[in-house]
């Protein structure tokens, strides 16, 4: 008979090998093949972290599995809820229907969250044979003994692991027997290679079953493990589950979320889609990415590069499954360490944004609802009469003759050509929408556009090999196939012959999903797997034909079902390149469905937004995420797009998306007005404020753009990208950053007049009076009436900013001035990129300017870095000096004493001005305290 305390022992030890099985504390059998090795490693590794010890609860590997592993109650079956991977994403399964597939089933109370039918611990699945060295890496072959639950199983696949640079790890797995849809991105992926001392990361593979993990070299952390689940592979459904190294997990756009992914059993599916935003949508982009950020500021990012429909679930352990309904699995892991460092090396694969011209950062004006020419002339008028700055006036569909695009009414804009010479006399540009929909019910012989397109076979076509119809605005409608060469040189003799005739500056490319009012065609589609596949993520409608044309519907390179996800993508490489070839100037194209790479060709908008609070604040994460896809020239529709806005909300948009590295007011048919001249006077004069502060701010913001162009900057950016070791920046979406050094602080809520806005560590100065604020990292209550923006300079940096105007036209050719904001040290740093602004490739070429201005000890030096493009005539105007201790005694430049300048003891502001110092030779502001 035990005593008692003999019981407590044996409780307290099978309490312990319970939690070591758990924690997967290294057992018998777990053979793991090192990257380049071919002897076998159990891992021996410590656990390293709460997070490391929760993603390996269900790793797959233990000793030799049980005859009877699905049935309830096994020890293969013990794993917490949490980490628990659905064995029956398909389809709700029964008890008898989950156990024949070999996988547990454990009923849970509620209806959401973990699955009842999971995968247990050791689930047969690919085995891998010996890694083989090739030109590029290392490949190895993956078999299956015994075909999955899937139809059309896959045995046999093809491990491929190519190492791409120190910090980005490349590989893929494919059909090792026949040819499957690989995404080919315009441009193609540059090649690189690393040297194996020096890489980033360690990488070990799992024989039996299959799986690989992916450490953290500096550490030992792990990044990713995918032996945590099964890989399935079959033709229409590709599974890859991985733990994850943190919660704080961003990307996987497009949807309306926080800038952080809620990791309690979400699903987020990736499947463009003409949706406006809202909660539990996929919306109108696919970006297969993610980042992570990890403890003490590391961070790292994975990419799918797969155009199919795409479900991932996101779950607490903290884990992610992937799911594709085709292709292949083609993963880059980026290493960082840091998150800028991560998205650098994302953009290196999916290419470096393009620089926009310099009038695409002015303030745009479009709305669906100008009727006529004369209209959108009065608009345009009535702005710069209000004293309002506008560079670009747009008309939405109502300028096409019959909504049929490559037209303009002769009726209600018969005099469109002539307007157009208006603006551009005005130092105004001008763009107008571009519907990829042809319409298609036109009398032959009456619409070219249609008539040209037919004679060049440059249209989709249905699965018996006829134009697929579908149904957009000009009624029926052929969709072109932009992944065919004569297409592209279609669309561009469409845009050239139109341009000759109506010379608009840059096209603005809408329901590119490519959205359908009818579901696949007119005459609806087939009844096939491509239209019914054995897995459909959760789509909006449905269906993956639901709003759009027939996945069996066939282009140049695939079927639609493949290429569905690029076809916004296509369009603008199409559009960017005609627009270059026809106007040899740099193209302006923005377009509403994105892919990866897409910030090379086009900004892009974030679609339908509602005029209401919740919109105005979801608008940041937006537009954050989609700077971290590689696509900077982005913004929501000022004061949105459906419905009414309010006086109050529409200034407090102005003032928010005068930060927007994208700003256009755009409206919506049945709406009240929301030009900026139709409100009060108090109202204008704020959104006049916040419209000046803009155009004051493009030389520094184009700066940006340019450093985003040749070094993969981000421009508006999230806090956790300038301080990863800040825990207080993880999550924070309701401020953000220009570059590095600009701190934009909105009011998101109705009525308020203050807000809580939390300040990194160290000093930042109000960019409004230049006031400090000496911040340990906290957070500040700061006033907020309505007609101002918190906006806070960082320490240590210097702004270049312009005399504002009515046009950057005129703005580029007023005097400059500098904001410099001394650090405690007295130190401060800034440049300017400075070219023509509309010339392509500039900085390619070499013909362009770049000065660095440098402020220490009582005085500021310019540098003339490079002095290849047009400074004659600019001049420095003036400028103004945060943090200066005591008042000075006299101000120099170029040595000659200065008459004008002021100093406020408050707050410390020095302010000169009067200068007229020539910004194309080095100069030097003193001052003597």
């Given at each position: 008979?035990?005593?008692?305390?003999?019981?407590?022992?044996?409780?307290?030890?099978?309490?312990?090998?319970?939690?070591?099985?758990?924690?997967?504390?290294?057992?018998?059998?777990?053979?793991?093949?090192?990257?380049?090795?071919?002897?076998?490693?159990?891992?021996?590794?410590?656990?390293?972290?709460?997070?490391?010890?929760?993603?390996?609860?269900?790793?797959?590997?233990?000793?030799?599995?049980?005859?009877?592993?699905?049935?309830?109650?096994?020890?293969?079956?013990?794993?917490?809820?949490?980490?628990?991977?659905?064995?029956?994403?398909?389809?709700?399964?029964?008890?008898?229907?989950?156990?024949?597939?070999?996988?547990?089933?454990?009923p849970l109370s509620g209806s959401a969250g973990p699955p009842w039918c999971f995968y247990p611990r050791s689930y047969p699945g690919y085995t891998m044979g010996p890694l083989s060295p090739t030109t590029r890496g290392q490949t190895a072959t993956l078999t299956r003994k015994k075909p999955s639950y899937l139809p059309k199983d896959i045995s046999s696949l093809r491990l491929e692991v190519i190492?791409?640079?120190?910090?980005?790890?490349?590989?893929?797995?494919?059909?090792?027997?026949?040819?499957?849809?690989?995404?080919?991105?315009?441009?193609?992926?540059?090649?690189?290679?690393?040297?194996?001392?020096?890489?980033?990361?360690?990488?070990?593979?799992?024989?039996?079953?299959?799986?690989?993990?992916?450490?953290?070299?500096?550490?030992?952390?792990?990044?990713?493990?995918?032996?945590?689940?099964?890989?399935?592979?079959?033709?229409?459904?590709?599974?890859?589950?991985?733990?994850?190294?943190?919660?704080?997990?961003?990307?996987?756009?497009?949807?309306?979320?926080?800038?952080?992914?809620?990791?309690?059993?979400?699903?987020?599916?990736?499947?463009?889609?003409?949706?406006?935003?809202?909660?539990?949508?996929?919306?109108?982009?696919?970006?297969?990415?993610?980042?992570?950020?990890?403890?003490?500021?590391?961070?790292?990012?994975?990419?799918?590069?797969?155009?199919?429909?795409?479900?991932?679930?996101?779950?607490?352990?903290?884990?992610?499954?992937?799911?594709?309904?085709?292709?292949?699995?083609?993963?880059?892991?980026?290493?960082?360490?840091?998150?800028?460092?991560?998205?650098?090396?994302?953009?290196?694969?999916?290419?470096?944004?393009?620089?926009?011209?310099?009038?695409?950062?002015?303030?745009?004006?479009?709305?669906?609802?100008?009727?006529?020419?004369?209209?959108?002339?009065?608009?345009?008028?009535?702005?710069?009469?209000?004293?309002?700055?506008?560079?670009?006036?747009?008309?939405?569909?109502?300028?096409?003759?019959?909504?049929?695009?490559?037209?303009?009414?002769?009726?209600?804009?018969?005099?469109?050509?002539?307007?157009?010479?208006?603006?551009?006399?005005?130092?105004?540009?001008?763009?107008?929408?571009?519907?990829?929909?042809?319409?298609?019910?036109?009398?032959?012989?009456?619409?070219?556009?249609?008539?040209?397109?037919?004679?060049?076979?440059?249209?989709?076509?249905?699965?018996?090999?006829?134009?697929?119809?579908?149904?957009?605005?000009?009624?029926?409608?052929?969709?072109?196939?932009?992944?065919?060469?004569?297409?592209?040189?279609?669309?561009?003799?469409?845009?050239?012959?139109?341009?000759?005739?109506?010379?608009?500056?840059?096209?603005?490319?809408?329901?590119?999903?490519?959205?359908?009012?009818?579901?696949?065609?007119?005459?609806?589609?087939?009844?096939?797997?491509?239209?019914?596949?054995?897995?459909?993520?959760?789509?909006?409608?449905?269906?993956?034909?639901?709003?759009?044309?027939?996945?069996?519907?066939?282009?140049?390179?695939?079927?639609?079902?493949?290429?569905?996800?690029?076809?916004?993508?296509?369009?603008?490489?199409?559009?960017?390149?005609?627009?270059?070839?026809?106007?040899?100037?740099?193209?302006?194209?923005?377009?509403?469905?994105?892919?990866?790479?897409?910030?090379?060709?086009?900004?892009?908008?974030?679609?339908?937004?509602?005029?209401?609070?919740?919109?105005?604040?979801?608008?940041?994460?937006?537009?954050?995420?989609?700077?971290?896809?590689?696509?900077?020239?982005?913004?929501?529709?000022?004061?949105?797009?459906?419905?009414?806005?309010?006086?109050?909300?529409?200034?407090?948009?102005?003032?928010?998306?005068?930060?927007?590295?994208?700003?256009?007011?755009?409206?919506?048919?049945?709406?009240?007005?929301?030009?900026?001249?139709?409100?009060?006077?108090?109202?204008?004069?704020?959104?006049?404020?916040?419209?000046?502060?803009?155009?004051?701010?493009?030389?520094?913001?184009?700066?940006?753009?340019?450093?985003?162009?040749?070094?993969?900057?981000?421009?508006?950016?999230?806090?956790?990208?300038?301080?990863?070791?800040?825990?207080?920046?993880?999550?924070?979406?309701?401020?953000?950053?220009?570059?590095?050094?600009?701190?934009?602080?909105?009011?998101?809520?109705?009525?308020?007049?203050?807000?809580?806005?939390?300040?990194?560590?160290?000093?930042?100065?109000?960019?409004?009076?230049?006031?400090?604020?000496?911040?340990?990292?906290?957070?500040?209550?700061?006033?907020?009436?309505?007609?101002?923006?918190?906006?806070?300079?960082?320490?240590?940096?210097?702004?270049?900013?312009?005399?504002?105007?009515?046009?950057?036209?005129?703005?580029?050719?007023?005097?400059?001035?500098?904001?410099?904001?001394?650090?405690?040290?007295?130190?401060?740093?800034?440049?300017?990129?400075?070219?023509?602004?509309?010339?392509?490739?500039?900085?390619?070429?070499?013909?362009?300017?770049?000065?660095?201005?440098?402020?220490?000890?009582?005085?500021?030096?310019?540098?003339?870095?490079?002095?290849?493009?047009?400074?004659?005539?600019?001049?420095?105007?003036?400028?103004?000096?945060?943090?200066?201790?005591?008042?000075?005694?006299?101000?120099?430049?170029?040595?000659?004493?200065?008459?004008?300048?002021?100093?406020?003891?408050?707050?410390?502001?020095?302010?000169?001005?009067?200068?007229?110092?020539?910004?194309?030779?080095?100069?030097?502001?003193?001052?003597?305290?």
């Open positions: 008979m035990f005593t008692g305390s003999t019981v407590a022992a044996l409780l307290f030890a099978f309490s312990l090998l319970a939690f070591l099985y758990n924690n997967n504390w290294p057992r018998l059998g777990s053979g793991l093949v090192r990257s380049g090795r071919d002897e076998q490693r159990e891992i021996k590794a410590p656990e390293r972290s709460v997070n490391e010890a929760a993603a390996r609860r269900n790793t797959a590997g233990s000793a030799v599995r049980s005859e009877k592993v699905g049935i309830s109650g096994d020890r293969e079956c013990t794993a917490a809820p949490e980490a628990r991977f659905d064995c029956a994403r398909d389809r709700t399964l029964t008890r008898g229907e989950c156990e024949e597939r070999g996988c547990c089933y454990g190492e791409e640079t120190t910090g980005c790890l490349h590989l893929t797995l494919k059909d090792a027997s026949s040819q499957r849809y690989e995404v080919h991105l315009p441009g193609g992926i540059p090649e690189s290679s690393a040297d194996n001392q020096s890489v980033f990361y360690a990488a070990e593979y799992q024989s039996d079953p299959f799986g690989f993990i992916v450490r953290r070299r500096s550490n030992g952390r792990v990044i990713m493990n995918t032996t945590v689940a099964p890989l399935l592979f079959a033709d229409q459904y590709l599974q890859m589950s991985t733990s994850l190294a943190s919660s704080l997990v961003s990307g996987l756009g497009e949807h309306y979320t926080s800038i952080l992914l809620d990791l309690n059993w979400t699903s987020l599916t990736l499947w463009n889609r003409d949706m406006a935003p809202h909660a539990d949508a996929n919306l109108y982009g696919a970006h297969p990415f993610y980042i992570v950020q990890e403890e003490d500021g590391f961070a790292h990012g994975v990419f799918l590069l797969n155009s199919n429909a795409i479900e991932v679930m996101l779950q607490p352990t903290p884990a992610l499954t992937w799911v594709s309904t085709g292709g292949i699995l083609d993963l880059y892991v980026f290493l960082g360490p840091d998150p800028q460092s991560v998205i650098r090396q994302y953009l290196h694969i999916i290419g470096y944004p393009m620089m926009p011209p310099y009038w695409s950062l002015g303030f745009h004006l479009c709305r669906w609802g100008y009727t006529t020419s004369k209209t959108t002339r009065r608009v345009a008028q009535s702005m710069h009469d209000a004293n309002f700055p506008l560079d670009v006036q747009w008309n939405d569909l109502d300028y096409a003759n019959k909504r049929r695009v490559f037209t303009f009414d002769p009726w209600r804009f018969g005099d469109l050509p002539e307007i157009v010479d208006e603006f551009h006399q005005r130092g105004m540009k001008y763009i107008l929408i571009l519907d990829p929909g042809i319409s298609s019910s036109s009398l032959p012989g009456t619409y070219p556009p249609f008539d040209d397109g037919l004679k060049r076979d440059v249209f989709i076509k249905n699965a018996t090999g006829h134009v697929l119809i579908g149904k957009v605005w000009p009624g029926p409608t052929a969709f072109p196939d932009f992944t065919n060469p004569e297409t592209r040189t279609w669309w561009e003799d469409c845009i050239r012959d139109f341009h000759s005739k109506v010379p608009v500056d840059g096209l603005w490319i809408d329901m590119n999903e490519p959205a359908s009012f009818v579901q696949g065609s007119v005459e609806g589609c087939p009844d096939s797997d491509l239209e019914n596949p054995p897995y459909t993520p959760r789509v909006v409608g449905g269906r993956l034909n639901s709003g759009t044309l027939c996945m069996s519907a066939q282009q140049k390179l695939s079927s639609h079902y493949n290429l569905h996800n690029l076809y916004g993508l296509t369009e603008a490489y199409a559009t960017h390149s005609a627009l270059k070839n026809i106007r040899r100037k740099r193209p302006f194209v923005l377009s509403r469905s994105s892919y990866p790479s897409i910030g090379r060709f086009s900004g892009v908008w974030t679609g339908d937004v509602r005029s209401d609070w919740e919109q105005l604040r979801f608008s940041i994460p937006a537009v954050l995420q989609f700077g971290l896809f590689g696509v900077p020239l982005v913004g929501a529709d000022v004061c949105g797009f459906g419905g009414d806005t309010t006086e109050e909300l529409c200034i407090r948009w102005m003032q928010l998306g005068a930060f927007y590295p994208f700003m256009r007011n755009h409206n919506d048919k049945p709406n009240a007005p929301q030009e900026p001249y139709v409100f009060g006077q108090k109202a204008q004069a704020a959104m006049r404020t916040a419209l000046n502060l803009r155009y004051s701010l493009l030389p520094f913001l184009y700066t940006l753009f340019h450093h985003t162009h040749t070094s993969a900057d981000t421009v508006a950016r999230p806090l956790f990208i300038e301080f990863p070791t800040d825990p207080n920046c993880q999550s924070i979406d309701k401020q953000f950053l220009w570059g590095s050094l600009l701190l934009i602080s909105p009011v998101l809520e109705e009525g308020a007049v203050e807000l809580a806005a939390y300040l990194p560590r160290g000093t930042w100065y109000s960019l409004h009076d230049g006031q400090p604020f000496y911040s340990g990292g906290q957070y500040l209550l700061l006033p907020a009436p309505l007609d101002i923006i918190n906006i806070h300079v960082r320490e240590g940096h210097i702004i270049p900013q312009q005399e504002p105007a009515l046009t950057t036209t005129a703005s580029r050719r007023n005097p400059f001035f500098l904001t410099v904001a001394l650090s405690a040290g007295g130190w401060a740093r800034g440049d300017l990129f400075w070219d023509d602004g509309e010339s392509l490739d500039t900085f390619e070429t070499q013909n362009y300017c770049y000065l660095i201005f440098i402020a220490g000890q009582s005085q500021i030096v310019s540098e003339l870095v490079k002095l290849n493009g047009d400074l004659d005539g600019l001049v420095l105007g003036g400028l103004q000096v945060f943090g200066v201790p005591s008042p000075p005694r006299f101000v120099l430049a170029n040595g000659e004493k200065v008459g004008d300048f002021t100093y406020r003891t408050d707050t410390k502001v020095l302010t000169v001005t009067k200068l007229a110092l020539s910004m194309s030779e080095v100069f030097t502001v003193q001052w003597t305290l």
